[in-house]
């Protein structure tokens, strides 16, 4: 027998009321078309952070319908507050990486943390926090309910969780955004353990009763943060990139193998050459014996007579390291994305804390399946073609 569906007498709340779920819901739907630009500008987490708002609209909807009993705590206590303040956040800042990502403690620590904003190439770490301030007062002096997360243990699991995550070999910057402002006590607290308060500090004594935000979105900054880049680990595709006749202007030709007019036709539409240039400049270059000797091995064997022109001209710009590599890298299990000479690699420039330059984003993602996340600056690859393009067509 199917059961039938019950529906609640919505009219039994007043016009107040239904005007402010009515309101509710339309904040949810301009926030969910908001979110959306993050989807289309491919940020990491914002599918799922416009997958939450979405969940939100449809329980008010069926609080709206009569499908849900309404209760008037679902006017002010409903999460579209901490989700208009998290997109606040997230849609005005120029170097935002990703929203809600998790990160692991350590290898073998399964205890993860969701960091509500990454930025600055992950250099730094936002806490989102819209909770009014006589609330996180009455918190944060054991006068919450039982089982609350004070700021106080939420900034410890953020201190714990960056220092296990570092970026460029230095422990992400952490911030704490009050959108509703904060107390002096816990400004100080936080600032003690070295988090960075933004939003209005009030002294302790004076009592919030304000439910609105208070800080101005459009002038929160978190770039001078950013950590610079000075010291880097070519991999052995950022040298082909380097040389290869595709990223020279040569690929206006269809080569009748599949993968290299696919690279051809991408390079067409995204040269790969002037991201590398723009990335490497300033910053010195090394790469180890085992990338050099594979570099020239390959080269040798399919290069084209201007490829190994440019092969020897680069390699006399950078300096050749001996194979150093790290412990951890060297600790990783070989498997069809995880090689010998890959773990040597990234482990030499994880050794020498340097960022590996590199296309080869199945080692990357197989590592961090094992707890080890390895920093690197992601190119697309591009083969060496000179030689095809004789047998090529050209377009």
């Known amino acids: 027998m199917f059961s039938r569906l019950r529906y609640y007498n919505i009219s039994m709340a007043s016009s107040e009321q239904l005007e402010k779920l009515g309101d509710r819901i339309k904040t949810a739907d301009e926030l969910q078309k ?19 708002i979405r969940a939100e609209s449809k329980f008010l909807e069926k609080v709206q319908s009569g499908k849900i009993e309404f209760k008037d705590d679902y006017l002010s206590s409903t999460n579209l507050t901490s989700l208009e303040a998290f997109v606040s956040v997230a849609e005005r800042n ?6 809600l990502e998790t990160f692991r ?24 926090v819209a909770r009014n301030a006589n609330a996180l007062l009455t918190v ?5 309910c039982f089982g609350e997360k004070s700021i106080e243990s939420q900034a410890e699991l953020y201190l714990e969780a960056a220092a ?10 952490i911030y704490f955004v009050f959108c509703k402002g904060v107390h002096r006590k816990i400004a100080d607290s936080l600032e003690f353990r070295g988090i960075s308060v933004k939003g209005p500090v009030f002294d302790d004594s004076i009592e919030i009763k304000t439910d609105h935000f208070l800080i101005k979105f459009e002038d929160l900054d978190f770039s001078g943060t950013i950590q610079d880049i000075s010291f ?5 595709t950022a040298l082909l990139c380097l040389v290869s006749n595709l990223c020279h202007g040569h690929n206006h030709f269809d080569y009748h193998i599949n993968v290299l007019s696919q690279q051809a036709s991408d390079e067409r539409q995204s040269p790969v050459l002037p991201k590398l240039q723009k990335f490497l400049t300033g910053k010195r270059l090394h790469a180890c014996e085992t990338a050099v000797k ?6 040798e064997t399919i290069g084209g007579e201007r490829e190994k022109e440019r092969a020897e001209e680069i390699l006399r710009k950078i300096a050749t390291i001996p194979d150093q590599p790290s412990k951890r890298a060297m600790l990783l299990q070989d498997s069809g994305k995880i090689s010998h000479r890959s773990k040597i ?19 990357v993602r197989a590592a961090a399946q094992h707890g080890e996340k390895f920093d690197v600056f992601i190119h697309e690859a591009r083969a060496l073609t000179e030689t095809k393009e004789t047998e090529a067509s050209k377009i």
């Open 345 to 363: 690699i990234f482990g030499t420039g994880d050794s020498l804390k340097a960022v590996t330059v590199t296309a080869n984003i199945g080692f």
């Open 294 to 299: 594979s570099f020239q091995e390959i080269v």
């Open 164 to 173: 296990a995550n570092p970026t460029n070999f230095n422990t992400p910057t």
């Open 232 to 236: 880097v680990n070519l991999d052995v």
């Open 140 to 144: 944060y002096e054991g006068r919450g």
């Open 94 to 99: 120029p170097t935002l990486d990703s929203v």
């Open 105 to 128: 403690f350590s290898r073998d620590d399964e205890r993860t943390l969701c960091v509500d904003i990454v930025c600055g190439n992950g250099s730094v770490w936002v806490k989102v």
């Open 34 to 52: 908001r979110a959306s630009e993050l989807v289309k500008k491919q940020v990491k987490g914002a599918t799922k952070l416009s997958t939450k």
